[in-house]
């Protein structure tokens, strides 16, 4: 712990004051001895905050409470314990350094801190890129009693936290995966077509447990409540094709288009996991950069984590050719791909439409892309100008392009998803579900 020593700005007021009046006493006599009884007043009071604030080794303690990891896109708790053993209740400004992505300049916070009363100052922060964030030291000023002189303490607390994609917003619906109550996220529950469903074990009952699969007899000879367990009859196979390119880069609230696709892969990569289904990873810009085999071992989503947190890209332009022998080769049963992509004018839509094409052949593929948010908000702008209603017009072309490219998939059997970044999440878990329910693996 570090403490500097500070005077306050009312000590320079009043030393000014008192230097104004002794060159006026040279006009006026009578204001020298004014001046100088200022002045030894002050530097009395001076003192005496002194001795006050620095009257206690280690007046005030401090330190950072985080978790070792944040979630991108959300917003993380950080604590700050700061305890006062001053025998006054201490008025203090707290500047926490915060790392260096935030561009934080001007983080300070005054709070009082009773004497003797633990505090916790809480915050939140919310990273927007993936990576490691440094944390530097607790900078805290106290001002003693009379406000004429600050003691600075430095409390060295770095710590390096790693931001991985939004595992909050993951087990967020994982909890509602688990208990059947992901419709309370906006995910549509959807009628099972036949019965798709087999016996697999009986098992106590826990909480979220539907109460029409209670076993009665187990129950009676176990003496507690049991209920039979099913899955599904077949395991299947499920991947997330991750476009690294240059289409990818467009930002929204915050976060890159890639962010977007990479929380959403997260979300449906863990559903997946609790549907019983084996999920895979595969991302992919100029060449292929990984491929995580598809697989429902219980380590599998700690890697599917780990690979999207490791993700990086120079937003190049992407192939899908080389995208289409990876999953020819590699991928050898059929499965459900679900490619998150971006198209901006159907001529770039039709200069890959030959290789989804040939991905659709032998998987079953779901595009998912994004709409325009800034045209859709131009699109619902009142035109008063000729050159408001130029922009208009082309809004609502490229707005229309999008809708084609839609139909334009479907004609070639490509299923797709045209969604906004913020509903992405929703709408792909949704159009999951649905598959899985029709049994259209």
């Known amino acids: 712990?570090?403490?500097?020593?500070?005077?306050?700005?009312?000590?320079?007021?009043?030393?000014?004051?008192?230097?104004?009046?002794?060159?006026?006493?040279?006009?006026?006599?009578?204001?020298?001895?004014?001046?100088?009884?200022?002045?030894?007043?002050?530097?009395?009071?001076?003192?005496?905050?002194?001795?006050?604030?620095?009257?206690?080794?280690?007046?005030?303690?401090?330190?950072?409470?985080?978790?070792?990891?944040?979630?991108?896109?959300?917003?993380?708790?950080?604590?700050?314990?700061?305890?006062?053993?001053?025998?006054?209740?201490?008025?203090?400004?707290?500047?926490?350094?915060?790392?260096?992505?935030?561009?934080?300049?001007?983080?300070?916070?005054?709070?009082?801190?009773?004497?003797?009363?633990?505090?916790?100052?809480?915050?939140?922060?919310?990273?927007?890129?993936?990576?490691?964030?440094?944390?530097?030291?607790?900078?805290?000023?106290?001002?003693?009693?009379?406000?004429?002189?600050?003691?600075?303490?430095?409390?060295?607390?770095?710590?390096?936290?790693?931001?991985?994609?939004?595992?909050?917003?993951?087990?967020?619906?994982?909890?509602?995966?688990?208990?059947?109550?992901?419709?309370?996220?906006?995910?549509?529950?959807?009628?099972?077509?036949?019965?798709?469903?087999?016996?697999?074990?009986?098992?106590?009952?826990?909480?979220?447990?539907?109460?029409?699969?209670?076993?009665?007899?187990?129950?009676?000879?176990k003496d507690g409540l049991m209920v039979n367990n099913y899955t599904d009859e077949r395991s299947q196979q499920i991947y997330c094709l991750i476009n690294k390119g240059r289409v990818m880069k467009m930002p929204f609230n915050g976060l890159t288009l890639l962010d977007h696709a990479v929380n959403a892969s997260l979300v449906l990569t863990n559903v997946a996991l609790v549907k019983q289904d084996r999920a895979g990873i595969i991302t992919f810009e100029k060449n292929l950069d990984t491929f995580l085999p598809a697989d429902k071992k219980s380590t599998q989503m700690n890697l599917v984590l780990e690979t999207l947190y490791r993700q990086r890209t120079d937003f190049l332009e992407s192939d899908f050719e080389k995208l289409f022998s990876v999953i020819r080769n590699r991928v050898t049963n059929r499965s459900l791909l679900v490619l998150f992509t971006n198209f901006e004018s159907m001529e770039s839509l039709q200069r890959e439409m030959m290789a989804l094409k040939k991905i659709a052949r032998y998987h079953l593929l779901l595009v998912v892309f994004f709409e325009n948010t800034e045209l859709k908000a131009l699109l619902h702008q009142k035109a008063n100008s000729l050159e408001e209603i130029y922009i208009r017009t082309i809004a609502e072309k490229f707005a229309f392009e999008k809708r084609l490219m839609v139909k334009e998939l479907h004609k070639n059997g490509i299923l797709s998803i045209l969604t906004t970044p913020e509903n992405l999440t929703v709408n792909t878990v949704n159009k999951y579900l649905e598959l899985k329910t029709r049994m259209s693996i």
Do not use: C
């Open 1 to 221: 712990m570090i403490r500097s020593f500070y005077l306050n700005n009312i000590v320079y007021y009043i030393a000014g004051s008192s230097s104004v009046m002794y060159v006026l006493s040279f006009f006026e006599p009578a204001l020298f001895r004014i001046a100088g009884l200022i002045l030894l007043l002050l530097l009395a009071a001076i003192v005496v905050d002194v001795l006050l604030v620095y009257a206690i080794r280690g007046g005030i303690q401090a330190e950072r409470e985080l978790t070792d990891r944040f979630s991108i896109g959300d917003a993380n708790k950080v604590v700050l314990h700061i305890t006062n053993n001053y025998p006054f209740p201490a008025r203090v400004s707290v500047i926490d350094e915060l790392p260096e992505q935030f561009q934080e300049r001007k983080w300070i916070r005054k709070v009082t801190v009773e004497r003797g009363t633990p505090y916790s100052l809480v915050y939140h922060l919310t990273p927007t890129t993936r990576g490691e964030y440094t944390f530097y030291d607790i900078n805290i000023y106290v001002n003693a009693p009379l406000g004429l002189v600050k003691r600075r303490y430095i409390f060295p607390a770095e710590k390096t936290v790693k931001v991985y994609p939004s595992y909050i917003q993951m087990r967020r619906y994982q909890l509602l995966a688990v208990s059947n109550k992901l419709q309370e996220a906006g995910v549509k529950k959807i009628r099972r077509l036949g019965h798709s469903m087999e016996f697999e074990q009986i098992k106590e009952y826990v909480r979220g447990d539907d109460y029409r699969t209670i076993n009665w007899k187990a129950t009676a000879r």
